[in-house]
T-cell receptor, first 112, second 113 residues
Framework: DGGITQSPKYLFRKEGQNVTLSCEQN?????MYWYRQDPGQGLRLIYY???????QKGDIAEGYSVSREKKESFPLTVTSAQKNPTAFYLC???????????FGPGTRLTVL | QQQVKQSPQSLIVQKGGISIINCAYE??????FPWYQQFPGKGPALLIA?????SEKKEGRFTISFNKSAKQFSLHIMDSQPGDSATYFC????????????FGAGTQVVVTP
């Protein structure tokens, strides 16, 4: 069953803590992306990666970090430097053949 | 600033009616225009996409109309059903942008029985 998995579905964080969101895909896609979604807004790009061991900042990278050590995995760390981290986080991967981005089910992060 | 402007923010349509959502862009280098459907608490799913070499694309009850000279594209949902109630996002990307999508702000569609 191919697709993108994100875990956990819900995550609660105390102020000052770093948290890591997991994203795994078995679609054999090279490109992967992290987006942030806030109520009433579209998706905003945090980081993206075109290939293993390479990644680039998106439009709102401040306070976030990523790694891409394996093709299948693209974890996102929300650091304590992110001032307003409460949001819905979406991971995606892209088919190089069709340009279609496939999204995971998302992780809802709440800062307590 | 938002590179893709989407309207309306929300709309209510009766079952069987037509839902129309519009998007406008400025960057003439955009060459891929997808529409995504998102249900509450779920990730977006691709609905239909178009490239600038065609003016219209239809898949079932969903149609994209594309006007290159006006830099606008729209989604028409024919015979709207209660199951179509969702948030719809338009997006655009350029061929040299590593697939980075610029999203509109979204339209919440409610189909009443």
């Amino acid at each position: 069953d191919g697709g993108i998995t994100q875990s956990p579905k819900y995550l609660f964080r105390k102020e000052g803590q770093n948290v890591t969101l997991s994203c795994e895909q078995n679609l054999n896609h090279d490109a992967m992306y992290w987006y942030r979604q806030d109520p009433g807004q579209g998706l905003r790009l945090i980081y993206y990666s075109q290939i293993v061991n390479d990644f680039q900042k998106g439009d709102i990278a401040e306070g976030y970090s990523v790694s891409r050590e394996k093709k299948e995995s693209f974890p996102l760390t929300v650091t304590s430097a992110q001032k307003n981290p409460t949001a819905f986080y979406l991971c995606a991967s892209r088919s190089g053949a069709t340009d279609t981005q496939y999204f995971g089910p998302g992780t809802r992060l709440t800062v307590l | 600033q938002q590179q893709v402007k989407q309207s309306p923010q929300s709309l209510i349509v009766q079952k069987g009616g037509i839902s129309i959502i519009n998007c406008a862009y400025e960057n003439t280098a955009f060459d891929y225009f997808p529409w995504y459907q998102q249900f509450p608490g779920k990730g977006p799913a691709l609905l239909i996409a178009i490239r600038p070499d065609v003016s219209e694309k239809k898949e079932g009850r969903f149609t994209i109309s594309f006007n290159k000279s006006a830099k606008q594209f729209s989604l028409h949902i024919m015979d709207s059903q209660p199951g179509d109630s969702a948030t719809y996002f338009c997006a655009a990307s350029t061929g040299d942008s590593w697939g980075k999508l610029q999203f509109g702000a979204g339209t919440q569609v409610v189909v009443t029985p």
